[in-house]
């Protein structure tokens, strides 16, 4: 491909990325493929000569596609927000034109300055402490831009190990250094971000976790008990990862708190923002930096709520030396005249090689300005607040943390089963793709804010979707259904007429039954108002359904006739007049019944 084929493919590949940006609510969220699709369309061995440009095009939309999360659809509520925007999309092209390497200042000048400069700008609009950021006179904090979240947290953790490393060196100078580390200990919240527990792995310390409060955060007095209890046992604390917006139900640890001990215990103390970071830089957020004055790292991600493409997570240090002299190695081929003045980047990271990453943040930045970036933070949370208060009206659901920014986790009440099977029926559906977390041993759903434009009626349609396939778990939940029957039934008079089995047992235990001889397909299953009981009970007609038991245990039928959807009014209505009804064989007649409205007409009988 030439400068003349490539201004004409770029004009093509422009327009195919802007329909699919525009189009994308048209294709299906999720992917409906199995593992392996992928290698059984494409040739075993790669193409000896080169091959049509229409004809690679045509390949990306019938078989490339196809296999796509369509992160950037309106119905994606997985996760936390991919950022993504039109100039990050052009800046990341510009800086694959450029191509340049830039693990020092002398490999490319303008890359390494711009990331300095870029770092300082969003400390300044996020109001961090002047001690992380890198111009600050006298300062010896300074920033750096990751690859992720993830290489963040590792980078803190080694340069805090080396840090304490060195300090029991000097304390116990005859003692191997494997035997010093396996004194070493470190601490995370139980709902901190797996890599954090991936980084005690890969840098061969202990890593404890620390039990939340009932909000899911981290406290001071819960961590101060695990450092008393390893330091009894001779361990010797040297870090803890706190967190700003958890991953399960963005919680956040209480920094004050765990700050003060890190600072009496001269422990380092790292803070990962990966996505709650984002919101400091609304003054309405920025309550959250209280005790960030004892903090000796921290990142978060541009790339999930700041309009800018994957990968880049920034990161700042308080003392950048102690994170420099943890990965300086300086071969010959390497230096320069200029290294006692410029920054080489090289030492602040694990990779050697560094992309231009920098230039995406400045034209971002330079393109929505900081107020456009806050406008479009502001209305996930609006939008977030709307789906709370859906959720909040139905009470067949609970709400489990708080919702600060864009996230909620809720959940059906009762077994986890009934949520994981919401869940998997909504993904499996393609018409949304959300993902699930465990708070402590309660199976939620996260549902996250994500695309970019989102609106009112995009929440609105996804709660419809998940009324619709609430609506289907529970008509299908046995145990649900025979228990919302059963609550028409009176212990007593099961116990009056016990010439035959008890009712519950008989339906459960015909119920199990009904389980062990196998099920049909999803969509014959959803037949019915009440799902899998359509083979013990049957229906007066469509509209107005009767529950009536086939071959009842009791020698007395009992049916009961309602409107879809009123079957809690109906138990609820049993029970007062259950409690208000002296007749022992407590039949209710439809003159114990008060008089209702029209939309809701029942009757009664045992006969």
């Known amino acids: 491909m030439d400068s003349t084929d490539f201004k004409q493919r770029s004009r093509e590949m422009t327009d195919y990325i802007t329909e699919y940006l525009q189009n994308i609510k048209e294709r299906r969220v999720l992917p409906d493929v199995e593992p392996g699709y992928l290698r059984k369309l494409l040739p075993e061995e790669a193409p000896e000569s080169g091959e049509k440009w229409e004809s690679i095009m045509e390949d990306v939309e019938t078989k490339i596609m196809p296999g796509v ?17 039109y100039p990050s999309i052009l800046a990341d092209m510009l800086s694959d034109a450029i191509g340049c390497i830039g693990f020092s200042w002398a490999a490319s000048p303008a890359c390494t300055e711009l990331e ?24 010896k904090g300074g920033g750096v831009i990751q690859g992720s979240a993830s290489e963040c947290t590792l980078v803190s953790l080694l340069a805090a190990r080396a840090a304490a490393l060195r ?13 010093l580390l396996s004194k070493l200990v470190a601490y995370c919240s139980k709902q901190s971000h797996s890599s954090m527990e991936k980084a005690g792995i ?3 310390v202990k890593m404890r976790q620390v039990q ?36 399960g139900s963005c919680a956040f640890d209480n920094i004050e708190e765990i700050g003060e001990i890190c600072g009496e215990k001269n422990i380092w103390l790292h803070v990962d923002g990966a996505y709650g970071g984002n919101a400091l830089i609304c003054p309405e957020f920025r309550y959250l930096l209280k005790g960030f004055e004892h903090v000796h790292s921290f990142n978060f991600n541009p790339n999930k709520w700041m309009l800018v493409n994957f990968d880049c997570s920034v990161m700042w240090v308080r003392d950048k030396r102690v994170l420099t002299n943890a990965f300086s190695v300086n071969p010959l081929y390497l230096q320069h005249e ?48 709307l789906f709370e208060s859906l959720v909040r009206a139905d009470d067949r659901y609970e709400i489990l943390g708080d919702v600060t920014l864009g996230l909620v986790c809720f959940r059906l009440k009762g077994q986890n089963s009934l949520t994981e099977s919401l869940l998997k029926r909504i993904n499996d559906s393609g018409k949304l793709h959300m993902v699930p977390a465990n708070l402590n041993g309660k199976y939620v759903i996260r549902f996250a804010v994500c695309h970019q434009n989102a609106v009112d009626d995009d929440i609105k349609y996804s709660w419809d979707v998940v009324l619709k396939y609430t609506d289907k778990v529970l008509r299908r939940s046995p145990t649900k259904n025979v228990a919302m029957f059963g609550a028409f039934m009176d212990n007593k008079y099961s116990a009056m007429h016990s010439t035959s089995a008890p009712l519950m047992p008989s339906v459960l235990e015909r119920l199990s039954e009904e389980r062990e001889s196998g099920e049909s397909t999803d969509e014959e299953k959803d037949d019915g108002p009440v799902g899998r009981l359509p083979r013990l009970f049957s229906f007066s007609d469509e509209k107005r359904p009767t529950f009536r038991l086939k071959n009842p245990p009791l020698r007395r039928r009992t049916s009961f006739s309602n409107q879809p959807g009123e079957l809690k009014n109906l ?18 007649y439809d003159k114990d019944i008060p008089e209702r409205p029209a939309t809701l007409q029942r009757r009664m009988t045992i006969t």
Do not use: C
């Not at 109001?127 to 300062?139: A, D, N, V």
């Open 212 to 247: 939340t409060d009932e909000k899911y955060s981290m406290r001071g007095a819960e961590l101060a008990e695990a450092i008393r209890n390893d330091e009894e046992k001779g361990l010797v604390p040297f870090f803890v990862g706190a967190t700003l917006g958890t991953t």
């Open 338 to 385: 200029n290294e006692d003045e410029a920054i080489d980047y090289r030492h602040w990271t694990i990779p050697l090689s560094r992309r231009f990453r920098s230039l995406k943040l400045w034209f971002v930045i330079r393109t929505f300005g900081v107020e456009g970036l806050r406008k479009y933070i502001r209305n996930h949370v609006k939008l977030a607040k």
């Open 202 to 204: 890969i840098a061969f």
């Open 167 to 179: 300090k029991l060196k000097e304390k116990y100078p005859d003692e191997e250094d494997g035997v």
């Open 571 to 588: 138990q609820d209505e049993y029970r007062k007049l259950k409690m208000n009804n002296n007749d022992n064989n407590n039949v209710f």
């Open 116 to 139: 300095t400069v870029m770092v300082d700008w969003l400390g300044r609009m996020m109001h961090l402490p002047k001690q992380l950021l890198p111009f600050t006179e006298g300062g």
């Open 69 to 85: 999360t369509h992160w950037q659809h309106p119905r994606f509520h997985a996760y936390f927000p991919a950022g993504n925007s």
